[in-house]
């Protein structure tokens, strides 16, 4: 039922795509692709009701795929090239949709919106997922404005309007954060894979995974042995496992040590049912921020 | 003796290690048969056509292995009918079926609603085995080591003589649709363990070794679980010391075995020499 789901939005949203292509209004629509998910909340919010009648947005990964591994259709290549301007994350996030506009022409104008974002220092298996720090949303929408801006210039007031109401909202959201996080009995956050870096710098939280960064990761048994110490040690009592994923590894952890576990949404994709319940990353990073002052015993 | 009661201290190993020991006596068990019968091309296509099963099952939300079951049930009867158009040999329609179930999982696993890769069941996760996927091996695996052992005498008459098969009432094509079902419950207890891919390993390596060794038929079986079951527990414990994956590592050292086995067995096997049977 629910991969009828994603195939029938899917194709909707091609045949959209398609008549997309012929402006229907009196001027030329702007128009802008983004990568996935978190940059397409960014964009679409910084344009606001812009949005409609001067910009077309259209995101790469489908709902519910995965971000990381996702190649690009000859189709969306093609569209990416009549593209004005292309919003996505460098640094190796996304290979594939980084090749293809590697590939495009001059004449696109292309914004890593990693531009400005601190990136932690984190070694060669680094995290990627930026926008787990509220904070980075904001530079990030900052970016998006500026860019968006220099292709419309009669509009950057409103750009700049929308990226200011936004970022209050980011900034609401972190100060929750901080504060929902400041006083927990445990201090470490565990996770399946390595996905929470930033927003475990972010709150001063202790971070370890039990896997690497990518989804298919596994980690040998040795690994696997010494996270479980290393729960046991600081007294784990939930281990988290990220949403839309399989929980059998942080099953086995909490397995060992009689923890529980907790989903928490990595934000980077949301799948039919998600979006059909109006989610947004707002309300994604609510309901984490819930399930970590569950589960890390937070006052 | 440390490096051999340290990797087994958590309970996940000690779950890992008995589903390992499980397949190391089914998978040869059954695998003896395949190798006899030179139905190997059967076993790599059962693997890979089961991933259909699994996809479906994952999207449905039940225990994949009962998509494994079900896939490997269905390409098993497909088989046979197929099997009966003369124009076309088994081997074609093998590769055909296998192929086709596989495209379906491959389809439906990249249009799940999550984010859940391919992998996960290509290579298999024995570190994540529940004792539940244990339980149900079990069940799976005496089931079929009773079928083996009951139908012995009819296994051996459908393979080498179908003649003498027909004359005493065996079943020829009964025993084969049964060895077929055999090996879909192998490779579905292999999938949580070392994935489907390496299910072909464990069901023909371990048999080939003791193919090159045993005297008879018995010797073969029983030989093929004492390889089977040394080479899970040696590849489980040098993936665990050399940090690698665990079904790759046992696929290496069934390999290893077979290459030393093969290299003994030379001399034997000169020409003057009886072939031990077969």
Partial sequence: ???????????????????????????????VAVSFFPIAEVVRRVSGDAASDEIEITTLVPPGEEAHEYDPTARQITHLEDADVVFFLGNDFQPNIEKAIASLPGTVV????????????????????????????????????????????????????????????????????????????????????????????????????????????????KSLAATVELAAQNGVTTVFFEENLPSE??????DEIGARISALATAESLNGDQIAAGETYLSLMHRNLEALRSGLSCR | MNWLTEPFQAEFMQRALLATIIIGIVAPVVGTWVVLRRMANLGDAMSHGTLAGVGLAYAAGVNVLFGAMGAGVLIAALLLWFSTNRRLGQETVI?????????????VISRLDTGVALTHFLFGRVLTVTWGDIWLNLALGGAAVLVVSALF?????????????????????????????????????????????????????????????????????????????????????????????????????????????????LPRRMPHHHRPFG
């Fill in chain 2, 95 to 107: 590769a055909v079926l296998g192929t086709a179930f596989f495209a379906i999982g491959v389809v």
């Fill in chain 1, 110 to 221: 292309r914004s890593d919106l990693l531009e400005n974002v601190e990136m932690l220092d984190d070694g060669d298996d680094a995290d990627t997922h930026v926008w787990l720090d509220p904070m980075n949303m904001a530079t990030m929408a900052r970016t998006a404005a500026q860019v968006l801006s220099d292709a419309i210039p009669a509009l950057a007031g409103t750009f700049a309007n929308n990226a200011a109401t936004y970022i209050r909202e980011l900034a609401e959201l972190d100060e929750l954060f901080a504060v929902g996080l400041s006083e927990c009995d445990s201090t470490l956050l565990l996770t399946t894979h390595r996905a929470f870096a930033y927003l475990a710098d972010a709150y001063r939280l202790q971070y370890s995974a039990i896997a690497g960064t990518s989804p298919g990761d596994e980690p040998a048994a």
């Fill in chain 2, 153 to 265: 005498n009819e296994l051996r008459l459908a393979s080498f003589d179908h003649v003498q098969a027909e004359q005493v009432g065996v079943h020829v094509e009964l025993v084969q649709a049964i060895l077929v079902l055999l090996l879909a419950v192998v490779v579905v207890i292999s999938l949580r363990a070392v994935g489907t891919i390496m299910a072909v390993t464990m069901l023909v390596t371990p048999a080939a070794s003791a193919r090159l060794l045993a005297r008879n038929l018995r010797q073969m079986t029983l030989l093929g679980v004492v390889f089977g079951v040394g080479e899970g527990v040696g590849g489980l414990l040098v993936s665990y010391h050399l940090s690698s994956s665990p079904g790759a590592t046992i696929g290496l050292v069934a390999a290893a075995v077979f290459a030393v086995t093969f290299a003994i067995t």
């Fill in chain 1, 1 to 31: 039922m629910k991969s009828g789901l994603v195939i029938a939005t899917v194709a909707v949203s091609v045949i959209g795509s398609c008549s997309d292509a012929a402006p229907t209004t009196a001027g030329e629509r702007l128009r």
């Fill in chain 1, 249 to 254: 590894l942080a099953a086995t952890v909490a």
